[in-house]
């Protein structure tokens, strides 16, 4: 095989679950937006808490990446996209049980 079909045989694979992955980001950056014009009312919450809330999961962000790459590198992309997913997932899940400032 040469080398330019290798490249458009794993770019047409890759692209659709990449362009998946994104519009799931999308939906959970927006979603936390959404919910906070009903939350910070519902649970009390200031914009002081909010934002330090939102500027914590950023901070996370920022400090897991190096790491993660270095992990994605280690055992594989379809290992590691998959594993991060499953913990996004419960995560997203978990924050059903926030009910006050100290729990966000």
Known sequence: ??????????????IPFMALLFAVNLLDRNNVAFAALSMNKDLGFSSTVFGLG????????????VPSSLILE???ARRW???????????????????GPIDF
């Open 81 to 99: 996209i998959s594993c991060i997913l499953v913990v996004w997932g419960a995560l997203s899940t978990a924050c059903t049980a926030v009910q």
């Open 74 to 76: 280690r055992v594989g």
């Open 1 to 14: 095989m040469r080398d330019d079909h290798v490249l458009s045989k794993c770019a047409w694979s890759l």
């Open 54 to 65: 939102a500027g914590i999961f950023f901070v996370g962000f920022l400090l897991f990446q």
